[in-house]
């Protein structure tokens, strides 16, 4: 048996989803190796860049079933957070997603954008081949902590 459509849109996200987006993550996203995400966090992005955050949503719903970060810093485009709810997966959504994520990165004026993935990631790597991204192999990303500085 095929799966059932799921008739969904795509959206900003506002303060108003910053709880259910954090749930989302919690159970979808790729959470191995890298900042714990906080609700300070999704606020001071939100704060920033009110379009960088998009969302799907089931039509005639609100809570998010899959998400996108397009971050434009006015030189590079970096995307993060794409994640699908499992039982949403393999309909198109990411597919959405990451197509509304470029269009708003070539709209900045971005020629490329990129994505950080785990090399163990199997699914995250099948997705970004299926989706025309390639592995840089020359390049690595140099990290350093940085301390938190209150509001
Ligand atoms: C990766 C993820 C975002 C894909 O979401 P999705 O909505 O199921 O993906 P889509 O249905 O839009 O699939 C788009 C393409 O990705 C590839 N793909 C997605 N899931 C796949 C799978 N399980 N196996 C093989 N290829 C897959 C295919 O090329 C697919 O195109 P196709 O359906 O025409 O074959 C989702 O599985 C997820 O949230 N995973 C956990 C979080 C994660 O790893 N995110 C990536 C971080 S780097």
């Given at each position: 048996m095929s799966p059932?459509?799921?008739?969904?849109?795509?959206?900003?996200?506002?303060?108003?989803?910053?709880?259910?987006?954090?749930?989302?993550?919690?159970?979808?996203?790729?959470?191995?190796?890298?900042?714990?995400?906080?609700?300070?966090?999704?606020?001071?992005?939100?704060e920033?860049?009110?379009?960088?955050?998009?969302?799907?949503?089931?039509?005639?719903?609100?809570?998010?079933?899959?998400?996108?970060?397009?971050?434009?810093?006015?030189?590079?485009?970096?995307?993060y957070?794409l994640?699908?709810?499992?039982?949403?997966?393999?309909?198109?959504?990411?597919?959405?997603?990451?197509?509304?994520?470029?269009?708003?990165?070539?709209e900045?004026?971005?020629?490329?954008?990129?994505?950080?993935?785990?090399?163990s990631n199997?699914?995250?790597?099948?997705?970004?081949?299926?989706?025309?991204?390639?592995?840089?192999?020359?390049?690595?990303?140099?990290?350093?902590?940085?301390?938190?500085?209150?509001?």
């Open positions: 059932i459509e799921t008739p969904f849109l795509i959206r900003p996200a506002t303060g108003d989803d910053v709880d259910t987006l954090l749930a989302l993550w919690e159970i979808a996203a790729e959470n191995d190796a890298r900042p714990v995400d906080t609700r300070e966090a999704v606020e001071r992005l939100l920033r860049d009110p379009g960088a955050c998009l969302l799907a949503v089931l039509e005639g719903g609100n809570d998010p079933i899959g998400s996108i970060i397009a971050g434009w810093d006015g030189w590079r485009a970096h995307l957070r994640a699908v709810h499992p039982e949403h997966r393999r309909r198109g959504i990411a597919r959405a997603l990451l197509s509304a994520a470029e269009e708003a990165l070539v900045h004026g971005a020629t490329r954008a990129d994505a950080m993935v785990l090399s199997t699914l995250g790597r099948q997705l970004w081949s299926g989706l025309g991204y390639t592995e840089q192999q020359e390049w690595r990303r140099w990290v350093k902590p940085l301390e938190l500085r209150p509001r």
